[in-house]
């Protein structure tokens, strides 16, 4: 038996029928059998730079024995954080930005749209309260990301969640349009996944972020990008904002700052939103974590940016992304396949039976997970090459047949 709650996990049918993971080596995995496994999703759509990778640990253990951590409120700061913060508003697609840490996902969201509402607030609007959210979408298990996630079953059974949450079909800018037409004096954000990811890996149409950037300027609606999956090179570009053309107000990030080696997260904030905090008169955000720039998580997460730009792993996901692609999407004509999804380093794959063909897939030796309920979640890191593309193909092919 088993003391440990699995997240997400029905433990009625989980306990005692652990899969435990032991090892790890670029797209592999072994377990504690010492079976081999491709690890398809890259984890929890984080190991990027692929795992086992040795300079990330050697960061860690550096800056653990130097100086593991402390507060980053009022004046306090470590190297790290300050170094990471200058680092990732460099890449960022927003001229002029500043970095809030946090430790996840989820927490990022939930900074994005406190943020969002207390400047709102600070601007003499604070009847600016409504998020307009999307079907399908999922923005973590904090308070608002709950109340913000458009997978019922996430939302179901937790009582009253937060209110003022107004839910759009994804990839229909029309219906944005139609609730900014009625209520955009009470809209303060907009927020959506560049690529709808946990809700099944959905891409959006031609021309879909422009027509929602366009909507929000129109009608003065802040913009925030979720780029927990897609940040950090998943799409061939270091964010989604930049693959798809448009300039978000903020934009949340996790999973790819580390590869998912240390927990860490964070919104970065252009200059619209901090004008108030920064130069005006709105006081403090009063809002943080105790792990907000710590220190060892931060210099992980430079360790991996530097890895990323040394192995040009975002170039190298461009230039697999049409092989990634063609080899994916050419599953659609076998049976027991019924559509594939790509963009970037991401698939969700449909299939007659997804249960059944994850059970095979382990067989096959490649691990992966449900996602929107009915698709394979193929997110791998992106070491991965085109004979591991092949191998993971066949596989399916095996796994989703009849
Ligand atoms: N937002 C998006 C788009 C995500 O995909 C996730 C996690 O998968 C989260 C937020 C929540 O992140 P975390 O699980 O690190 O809290």
Redesign the pocket.
């Known amino acids: 038996m088993t003391a440990f709650w699995h997240p997400f996990a029905d433990m009625k049918t989980v306990a005692g029928r652990e899969i435990v993971l032991d090892r790890g080596e670029g797209v592999w995995v072994w377990d504690t059998e010492g079976r081999r496994y491709l690890d398809a999703s890259g984890g ?2 984080y190991a990027n730079v692929g795992h086992g990778r040795r300079e990330l640990a050697d960061a860690a253990a550096a800056q653990l024995a130097r100086l593991a951590a402390y507060s980053a409120y009022d004046r306090f700061a470590t190297r790290p954080a300050l170094e990471l913060a200058e680092r990732v508003a460099a890449l960022a697609p927003i001229e002029g930005a500043a970095v809030f840490l946090t430790t ?6 939930e900074t994005a749209v406190k943020l969002v509402r207390r400047y709102w607030s600070a601007v003499g609007r604070p009847e600016r309260q409504v998020m307009v959210a999307r079907e399908r979408a ?4 904090s308070g608002y ?1 709950t109340s913000l996630v458009g997978i019922e079953p996430n939302r179901a059974g937790f009582g009253e969640l937060a209110p003022n949450v107004v839910r759009v079909p994804h990839g229909d800018a029309d219906a944005v349009a139609a609730v900014f037409a009625e209520r955009a004096a009470e809209v303060a954000a907009f927020i959506g ?1 560049p690529v709808i ?2 809700g099944g890996v959905h891409p959006p149409p031609d021309g879909y972020w422009p027509a929602i950037e366009r909507l929000c300027r129109e009608h003065d609606v802040l913009l925030v990008l ?1 780029e ?2 897609t940040g950090f090179g998943r799409l061939g570009e270091w964010f989604g904002a930049q693959r798809y053309g448009v300039v978000p107000d903020l934009f ?1 990030f ?2 790819g700052v580390t590869s998912g080696y240390v ?1 860490l ?1 964070g919104v970065v904030v252009g200059p619209r939103v901090q004008e108030p905090f920064w130069r005006g008169d709105a006081g403090m955000f009063r809002h943080g974590y105790t792990y907000s720039g710590h220190a060892a998580a931060c210099a992980v997460a430079l360790a991996n940016l530097d890895l990323i730009e040394r192995e040009r792993l975002v170039e190298h996901v461009r230039e697999l992304e049409p092989a990634f692609a063609a080899k994916l999407r050419a599953l659609e004509a076998l049976p027991g396949v019924r559509e594939v999804r790509t963009a970037g380093l991401l698939a969700g794959i449909e299939v007659d039976d997804v249960e059944r063909a994850i059970e095979r897939l382990r067989g096959e030796g490649v691990l992966t997970r449900v996602v929107g309920g009915t698709a394979l979640q193929i997110s791998p890191p992106f070491v991965l090459g085109e004979d591991d593309v092949d191998f993971l193909a066949a596989a399916v092919a095996a796994a989703a047949g009849g």
């Open positions: 929890l759509w996840a996902g989820s927490d990022a969201v999922y923005h973590g298990v990301g996944e990811g946990a979720d927990v999956i949340t996790a999973k927990p997260g």
